[in-house]
């Protein structure tokens, strides 16, 4: 099979993340790195293994060697660079948000269509196996039965302390929404994706926890884990939500809650949701990915270990060691390249991947909460 070549525009957190995923394909080669400046590029080429080195991305952009390109920068550059990609007609794959707000991202689904190239979204949760056999659980209609209701919560600690600070706390950065965007975001995709239903109606209540945040003087990486001294800190003022509370109502009538917050003490990275269905119940923890709690009224309750041999045949391809080894946040954008660069190569169908549609739906849930917040009542998605 011949290898395609990616290019990565962005080494934070999440570039190299996208580049281990890769690697790890067999089919991909990453061939290039952009950043800010050519001196920072090459020394995130080096550190990575990656032969090209660009200090702007619009050269990396004009490689013509480079067919594929993953946009892992902030969030106020995703839809210009994500645009940009387009309309040099390279395939992408994109970090989530999609853009700032759905005027944006309307029209990046728009340029995307009419570029007739590939275009993902890192929904990374989606491609576990285990939310691929609750997917499969929920479209069953012996197994799980209609949906009667959904409620979880997306709790994290990095930001508990008002010491705490990242770009995202930035609105100029982030975007106008910071928890509910950036991990409730995650949560309104998977429970849309399992259930296969559609958020149509929200009541938020959105809380600044933390009004005033110490921001370091000097730029710190994000995760780092840096403790800077008083002198190295100033007051900034905070107007994007720590936590928030959504009511939702999906398009088959059912209703669910969501929690956000990221200033939950001990919770790193917890998505956790449970679908409450006529015949049984399914819960899912991000944290303890390997395991498919079913719950039953008339029978005893069940925990569902990750074992190819247990799944439906179409989550078995999503999980790539036996029971009893397990698999976790790393292979969920593993399984996702595969999906996008196996459909590249003609050896898988389309369809088995989020999109730039998807990207954009999830802006558009996001304003509604927002909009919600504000005004403090219930606010239909403006899709």
């Not at 991947?353 to 996001?366: K, L, Q, R, S, V």
Request: glycine residues 8%.
């Amino acid at each position: 099979m011949q290898r395609i070549q990616a290019g990565i525009i962005g080494t934070g957190f999440i570039g190299p993340a996208h580049i281990e995923a890769l690697r790890r394909l067999g089919n991909v080669e990453v061939a290039a790195v952009a950043e800010r400046g050519q001196d920072l590029a090459e020394r995130k080429a080096k550190e990575l293994s990656i032969p090209k080195a660009y200090g702007d991305y619009h050269a990396l952009l004009a490689d013509p060697d480079i067919q594929v390109v993953h946009n892992c920068t902030p969030n106020h550059l995703h839809f210009e660079v994500n645009r940009d990609i387009l309309a040099a007609g390279k395939h992408v794959v994109s970090e989530k948000p999609l853009a700032m707000n759905s005027t944006e991202s309307r029209e990046l689904v728009r340029l995307a269509n009419a570029a007739g190239v590939v275009h993902a979204i890192d929904f990374n949760y989606r491609y576990m196996p285990l939310v691929q056999q609750a997917r499969l659980m929920c479209q069953a209609t012996d197994e799980v039965g209609r949906v009667l209701a959904v409620h979880g919560s997306y709790l994290q600690d990095w930001l508990h302390q008002a010491t705490d600070w990242n770009w995202r706390l930035v609105p100029e950065m982030s975007g106008d929404s910071r928890a509910i965007a950036d991990i409730g975001s995650h949560w309104c995709d998977l429970v849309q994706f399992v259930t296969g239903l559609k958020i149509v109606r929200v009541m938020a209540d959105l809380v600044t926890i933390h009004p005033v945040r110490k921001r370091p003087k000097v730029e710190v990486e994000t995760y780092a884990g840096k403790v800077l001294t008083p002198e190295e800190m100033e007051d900034v003022p905070i107007n994007t939500e720590d936590y928030g509370s959504v009511l939702l109502e999906f398009d088959s009538g059912a209703h669910g809650v969501l929690t956000v917050n990221q200033c939950a003490a001990g919770r790193k990275n917890r998505l956790f949701y449970e679908i409450d269905g006529a015949n049984c119940a399914l819960a899912w923890d991000q944290e303890q990915p390997n395991e498919l709690w079913i719950g039953r009224r008339s029978g005893p309750n069940q925990v569902m270990l990750k074992d190819p041999s247990l799944l439906h045949a179409e989550a078995r391809e999503y999980a790539h060691y036996p029971g009893g080894h397990n698999e976790a946040y790393p292979d969920g954008p593993k399984n996702l390249f595969r999906n996008v660069y196996g459909f590249l190569a003609g050896t898988r169908p389309g369809g088995d991947f989020a999109t730039f549609e998807d990207g954009h739906n999830e802006i558009a849930i996001c304003e509604a909460m927002l909009k919600s917040g504000r005004e403090k009542s219930w606010v239909e998605v403006a899709y």
